[in-house]
Every structure is written in structure tokens, then in C-alpha cells.
């Protein structure tokens, strides 16, 4: 299985947030491979109008902020923040650089190292590991030393693999979750993408 290259992530975010459902989000943790088949996806800032639900687009005028600028490209590079005072979030850098563009991984079915998933959840039962960003990240222990990673350089710790390509007809879309008080059309916006009656998707 190769690893995804850069021309991969250069493109808008909801390209490559459809395109990333069924590939291999690899993490090297102690030297050997924890991995989950990506299963949902959400798409930020991938238009010309400014994104009222995306930290690059809402915050400074849509310029880089020390917490946003890694967002703004280059893209195949992780894009990782702290939200809600406890959870960290995994994101891929996308699109143009000087451009916020980015797609969250959103859930994750567990492939390997499933006893260090465990562990780092604190044996909760395996549906309950990578079903949401934030606990994708405890099971494979991301945080923000991860902001900033080449994901396509052969030497990083976390990278993604095509494993095959997912039918589209598997493929379900819908507004993305969780935004709270974020105004329409971007609240309703379909740039949430999902594998169709995969037990590990969020809700």
C-alpha cells in the first residue's frame, strides 16, 4: 500500500474529503503501525465565500492566526487543535497554499494495533474507539505535536494509504456537526461525507 502524495491533498477539501472515505489513516506508536479505514469526513472552508463555520475563514478576516496558519498551507500536512479544553482534533491541509482549506477526519474503523486502541480509550468497548475526531485521536494518540507533520514525507509518524477505492455508492452527504450558533447556509451546508451504514460513523 503506498502512501498518499502531496497532488493528493491539492485540491479543494470537499474533493479530497469524499476521496479520503476508505483509505488508511496510519500512526507509527512505538514503532508499530496503528491504523483505522477513515469512514467520515468534513469539508472546511472550500469555497469563495468565507466559511462562517471554519476557524480560517472566521477568525483575523481570514487571515492566519499562530493557532490557524499551519491551515493555510502547504496541504498534506496535519492540521491538529485543541477544542473545548480536552479533546484534539485531526485535520489534513488541502487546496492552495495562502488559502485556509482543510477536511477533519471525522471516524475511523479500527484495522490495526486494536490493543493499543484499546488501551489508549481505556477499554471501552471497540464501537466506542474511533466513532467521533476526538476519540480517534486518544486511540491513536495524536496531539498537538502532530500540528504542522508532512503526512506525505516517508520519515513522519502519521500518514494516510490508499487501500482501494470506495464505490460511491456508499457514499452518504449531509450538513457537518456540531457548530452551534454558525449562520446559515453554512450550518446546512452538505460538506459532511460519510461510508453508509458503517457502525464506526459518528451518529
Same mark, same amino acid.
Given at each position: ?15 479530497? #474529503? ?7 489513516? %496510519? ?6 503501525? %496503528? ?23 472566521? #477568525? ?9 496558519? =499551519? ?8 492540521? =491538529? ?11 489534513? =491541509?488541502?487546496?492552495? %497554499?495562502?488559502? #485556509? ?5 471525522? #471516524? ?27 476519540? !480517534? ?41 456540531? !457548530? ?14 460519510? !461510508? ?8
Amino acid at each position: 500500500m503506498e502512501r498518499l502524495e502531496v497532488t493528493f491533498f491539492a485540491r479543494g477539501a470537499n474533493s479530497v #474529503a469524499a476521496e479520503l472515505l476508505g483509505k488508511l489513516l %496510519v500512526r507509527l506508536l512505538d514503532g508499530k503501525r %496503528v491504523s483505522g479505514r477513515i469512514v467520515e469526513t468534513e469539508a472546511y472552508c472550500d469555497a469563495d465565500e468565507p466559511d462562517l463555520a471554519c476557524h480560517g475563514d472566521r #477568525a483575523n478576516n481570514g487571515l492566519p492566526t499562530p493557532r490557524t496558519e =499551519v491551515m493555510f498551507g502547504p496541504p498534506g500536512h496535519a492540521y =491538529v487543535y485543541f477544542t473545548y479544553g480536552m479533546h484534539w482534533m485531526f485535520n489534513v =491541509v488541502t487546496g492552495e %497554499v495562502g488559502q #485556509a482549506n482543510a477536511v477533519l477526519i471525522r #471516524a475511523l474503523e479500527p484495522v490495526e494495533g486494536e490493543h493499543m486502541m484499546a488501551n489508549n480509550r481505556l477499554n471501552r468497548p471497540r464501537e466506542l474507539w474511533t466513532n467521533g475526531p476526538a476519540k !480517534l485521536a486518544q486511540a491513536l494518540a495524536i496531539n498537538g505535536s502532530f500540528n504542522g507533520l508532512n503526512l506525505c514525507n516517508d520519515r513522519s509518524l502519521i500518514w494516510i494509504e490508499d487501500i482501494g477505492h470506495t464505490p460511491e455508492r456508499t457514499i452518504a452527504i449531509g450538513p457537518r456537526i456540531g !457548530l452551534g450558533k454558525t449562520p446559515e447556509p453554512w450550518l446546512s451546508i452538505p460538506w459532511r461525507y460519510w !461510508l453508509e451504514g458503517n457502525k464506526f460513523v459518528s451518529i
